[in-house]
Protein backbone atom coordinates (compact mmCIF):
# COMPACT_ATOMS: atom_id res chain seq x y z
CA UNK A 1 0.00 0.00 0.00
CA UNK A 2 0.77 3.68 -1.16
CA UNK A 3 2.47 5.69 2.38
CA UNK A 4 3.03 8.89 3.23
CA UNK A 5 5.60 10.27 5.40
CA UNK A 6 5.48 13.70 7.17
CA UNK A 7 7.95 15.34 10.03
CA UNK A 8 6.30 14.72 12.78
CA UNK A 9 6.99 18.56 13.66
CA UNK A 10 8.41 21.43 12.81
CA UNK A 11 8.98 24.97 14.08
CA UNK A 12 9.33 28.24 12.86
CA UNK A 13 9.91 32.01 14.01
CA UNK A 14 7.02 34.31 14.34
CA UNK A 15 7.27 36.05 10.42
CA UNK A 16 9.16 33.04 9.29
CA UNK A 17 8.90 31.07 6.21
CA UNK A 18 7.76 27.56 7.44
CA UNK A 19 7.89 24.30 4.71
CA UNK A 20 6.60 20.92 5.24
CA UNK A 21 7.13 18.11 3.62
CA UNK A 22 5.41 15.07 2.29
CA UNK A 23 7.29 12.18 0.96
CA UNK A 24 6.08 9.36 -1.09
CA UNK A 25 7.10 6.94 -4.21
CA UNK A 26 6.70 9.33 -7.50
CA UNK A 27 4.65 11.21 -5.44
CA UNK A 28 5.31 13.88 -8.12
CA UNK A 29 3.14 12.47 -10.22
CA UNK A 30 -0.16 12.22 -8.28
CA UNK A 31 -2.35 15.47 -7.13
CA UNK A 32 -1.23 15.95 -3.53
CA UNK A 33 -3.70 17.93 -1.41
CA UNK A 34 -3.26 19.63 2.56
CA UNK A 35 -5.51 20.04 5.37
CA UNK A 36 -5.07 22.47 8.31
CA UNK A 37 -6.06 21.06 11.61
CA UNK A 38 -6.24 23.20 14.53
CA UNK A 39 -7.15 22.00 18.19
CA UNK A 40 -10.50 20.35 18.76
CA UNK A 41 -11.19 21.52 15.40
CA UNK A 42 -12.00 20.09 12.25
CA UNK A 43 -9.77 19.92 8.95
CA UNK A 44 -9.59 22.81 6.76
CA UNK A 45 -8.51 22.37 3.40
CA UNK A 46 -5.66 24.78 2.73
CA UNK A 47 -4.36 23.53 -1.00
CA UNK A 48 -5.52 21.37 -3.51
CA UNK A 49 -4.03 19.35 -6.61
CA UNK A 50 -0.68 20.31 -5.49
CA UNK A 51 -0.58 24.74 -5.56
CA UNK A 52 -3.96 25.53 -5.29
CA UNK A 53 -5.85 27.44 -2.77
CA UNK A 54 -9.45 26.97 -1.98
CA UNK A 55 -11.43 30.57 -1.48
CA UNK A 56 -10.41 32.44 1.76
CA UNK A 57 -7.01 30.34 2.16
CA UNK A 58 -4.17 33.31 2.24
CA UNK A 59 -1.84 33.97 -0.34
CA UNK A 60 0.77 32.98 2.34
CA UNK A 61 0.02 28.97 1.98
CA UNK A 62 1.43 27.55 -1.18
CA UNK A 63 2.29 24.23 -2.05
CA UNK A 64 4.85 22.32 -5.11
CA UNK A 65 5.13 18.60 -5.92
CA UNK A 66 7.18 17.17 -7.65
CA UNK A 67 9.95 14.22 -7.93
CA UNK A 68 9.20 12.21 -4.26
CA UNK A 69 7.97 15.41 -2.10
CA UNK A 70 5.56 17.56 -2.07
CA UNK A 71 5.79 20.40 0.00
CA UNK A 72 3.73 22.85 1.86
CA UNK A 73 5.14 26.51 2.35
CA UNK A 74 3.84 29.00 5.00
CA UNK A 75 5.32 32.22 4.24
CA UNK A 76 5.39 35.10 7.00
CA UNK A 77 3.96 32.31 9.73
CA UNK A 78 1.44 34.12 12.31
CA UNK A 79 0.91 32.40 15.13
CA UNK A 80 -2.64 31.62 14.06
CA UNK A 81 -1.01 29.11 11.60
CA UNK A 82 0.17 26.52 14.57
CA UNK A 83 -1.89 23.58 13.63
CA UNK A 84 -1.24 19.67 12.55
CA UNK A 85 -1.29 19.63 8.79
CA UNK A 86 -1.81 16.52 6.79
CA UNK A 87 -1.10 15.67 3.31
CA UNK A 88 -3.28 13.35 1.36
CA UNK A 89 -3.19 11.43 -2.60
CA UNK A 90 -5.40 9.14 -3.97
CA UNK A 91 -3.30 5.90 -4.84
CA UNK A 92 -6.35 2.89 -5.55
CA UNK A 93 -8.15 4.32 -1.83
CA UNK A 94 -7.78 7.61 0.47
CA UNK A 95 -3.91 8.03 1.92
CA UNK A 96 -3.28 10.51 4.35
CA UNK A 97 -0.05 11.23 5.69
CA UNK A 98 0.59 10.88 9.37
CA UNK A 99 0.34 14.67 9.94
CA UNK A 100 3.08 17.55 11.02
CA UNK A 101 2.80 19.73 13.79
CA UNK A 102 3.67 23.17 13.10
CA UNK A 103 5.19 25.45 16.03
CA UNK A 104 5.63 28.77 15.36
CA UNK A 105 7.83 30.52 17.91
CA UNK B 1 -22.56 28.37 2.66
CA UNK B 2 -21.87 24.32 2.93
CA UNK B 3 -22.57 22.95 5.81
CA UNK B 4 -22.40 19.73 7.34
CA UNK B 5 -23.75 19.02 10.90
CA UNK B 6 -22.51 15.34 12.15
CA UNK B 7 -24.71 13.95 15.22
CA UNK B 8 -24.91 10.24 16.82
CA UNK B 9 -21.76 9.72 18.61
CA UNK B 10 -22.12 8.17 21.63
CA UNK B 11 -20.83 5.88 24.48
CA UNK B 12 -21.09 2.16 23.25
CA UNK B 13 -19.95 -0.83 24.79
CA UNK B 14 -17.63 -3.34 22.63
CA UNK B 15 -19.95 -5.39 20.13
CA UNK B 16 -22.79 -2.54 19.88
CA UNK B 17 -23.86 -0.60 17.27
CA UNK B 18 -24.22 3.08 16.88
CA UNK B 19 -25.35 5.23 13.41
CA UNK B 20 -23.85 8.23 12.79
CA UNK B 21 -25.74 10.96 10.69
CA UNK B 22 -24.48 14.10 8.80
CA UNK B 23 -27.11 16.92 8.01
CA UNK B 24 -26.08 18.84 4.61
CA UNK B 25 -26.83 22.27 3.19
CA UNK B 26 -25.58 24.81 0.90
CA UNK B 27 -24.74 22.57 -1.92
CA UNK B 28 -26.65 20.25 -4.04
CA UNK B 29 -25.89 16.82 -2.18
CA UNK B 30 -27.06 14.47 -5.11
CA UNK B 31 -23.95 15.18 -7.15
CA UNK B 32 -21.31 14.83 -4.33
CA UNK B 33 -20.04 11.76 -3.09
CA UNK B 34 -19.34 12.18 0.43
CA UNK B 35 -16.80 9.87 2.73
CA UNK B 36 -16.22 9.37 6.31
CA UNK B 37 -12.91 10.31 8.06
CA UNK B 38 -12.45 9.63 11.51
CA UNK B 39 -9.32 10.30 14.26
CA UNK B 40 -8.55 8.18 17.47
CA UNK B 41 -7.40 10.40 20.10
CA UNK B 42 -3.85 11.55 19.59
CA UNK B 43 -3.99 10.26 16.11
CA UNK B 44 -4.29 10.74 12.42
CA UNK B 45 -6.87 11.00 10.19
CA UNK B 46 -7.49 7.90 8.68
CA UNK B 47 -10.56 7.56 5.91
CA UNK B 48 -13.19 4.79 6.61
CA UNK B 49 -15.96 4.67 3.75
CA UNK B 50 -17.30 7.00 0.72
CA UNK B 51 -20.50 6.48 -1.05
CA UNK B 52 -21.06 8.31 -4.49
CA UNK B 53 -23.96 10.70 -5.48
CA UNK B 54 -26.32 8.81 -6.31
CA UNK B 55 -25.63 5.68 -3.98
CA UNK B 56 -25.16 3.15 -6.24
CA UNK B 57 -21.45 2.67 -5.20
CA UNK B 58 -19.93 2.62 -1.73
CA UNK B 59 -16.74 2.09 -0.45
CA UNK B 60 -15.14 0.68 2.93
CA UNK B 61 -11.60 1.13 4.92
CA UNK B 62 -10.37 -2.80 5.21
CA UNK B 63 -10.26 -2.13 9.30
CA UNK B 64 -13.67 -1.48 8.92
CA UNK B 65 -15.13 -4.05 5.91
CA UNK B 66 -18.27 -5.76 6.76
CA UNK B 67 -18.82 -4.28 9.81
CA UNK B 68 -19.94 -0.24 8.88
CA UNK B 69 -22.71 0.74 6.20
CA UNK B 70 -22.39 3.99 4.59
CA UNK B 71 -25.68 5.09 2.99
CA UNK B 72 -27.35 8.31 2.27
CA UNK B 73 -30.97 10.06 1.66
CA UNK B 74 -30.48 12.46 -0.80
CA UNK B 75 -34.65 13.71 -0.33
CA UNK B 76 -33.18 14.30 3.34
CA UNK B 77 -29.76 15.98 2.44
CA UNK B 78 -28.31 13.15 5.02
CA UNK B 79 -25.57 11.05 5.08
CA UNK B 80 -24.99 7.80 7.07
CA UNK B 81 -22.93 5.58 8.95
CA UNK B 82 -24.17 2.41 10.58
CA UNK B 83 -21.62 0.65 12.36
CA UNK B 84 -21.76 -2.40 14.05
CA UNK B 85 -20.09 -5.10 16.05
CA UNK B 86 -17.98 -1.93 17.06
CA UNK B 87 -14.78 -2.55 18.73
CA UNK B 88 -12.44 -0.53 21.05
CA UNK B 89 -10.01 0.76 18.55
CA UNK B 90 -12.79 2.05 16.57
CA UNK B 91 -12.97 4.75 19.17
CA UNK B 92 -12.52 8.22 17.35
CA UNK B 93 -13.94 11.49 16.62
CA UNK B 94 -16.04 10.52 12.89
CA UNK B 95 -16.25 13.30 10.69
CA UNK B 96 -18.38 13.73 7.34
CA UNK B 97 -16.89 15.32 4.50
CA UNK B 98 -17.94 16.82 0.57
CA UNK B 99 -15.63 15.13 -1.76
CA UNK B 100 -14.76 16.72 -5.22
CA UNK B 101 -14.55 14.36 -7.87
CA UNK B 102 -10.82 14.86 -9.31
CA UNK B 103 -9.85 12.27 -11.99
CA UNK B 104 -6.86 12.24 -10.27
CA UNK B 105 -8.34 11.53 -6.65
CA UNK B 106 -10.80 13.07 -4.95
CA UNK B 107 -10.30 15.61 -2.22
CA UNK B 108 -12.14 16.72 0.68
CA UNK B 109 -13.40 20.40 0.82
CA UNK B 110 -15.55 20.63 3.41
CA UNK B 111 -15.84 18.37 6.73
CA UNK B 112 -18.69 18.81 9.36
CA UNK B 113 -17.57 19.27 12.84
CA UNK B 114 -17.27 15.60 14.15
CA UNK B 115 -18.79 13.49 16.71
CA UNK B 116 -16.80 11.26 18.99
CA UNK B 117 -17.58 7.55 19.25
CA UNK B 118 -16.02 5.85 22.38
CA UNK B 119 -16.34 2.01 22.50
CA UNK B 120 -16.01 0.78 26.05
CA UNK B 121 -17.47 -1.42 28.63
Redesign the interface.
Known sequence: SYELTQPLSVSVALGQTARITCGGNNIGSKNVHWYQQKPGQAPVLVIYRDSNRPSGIPERFSGSNSGNTATLTISRAQAGDEADYYCQVWDKTWVFGGGTKLTVL | EVQLLDSGGNLVQPGGSLRLSCAASGFTFSNYPM?W?RQAPGK????VS?ISGSADRT?Y?DSVKGRFTISRDNSKNTLYLEMNNLRAEDTAVY?CAKE?P?S???????????TLVTVSS
Request: no cysteine; aromatic share 26%.
Open positions: SVGLEWAYAYVDRGNYLDYWGQG
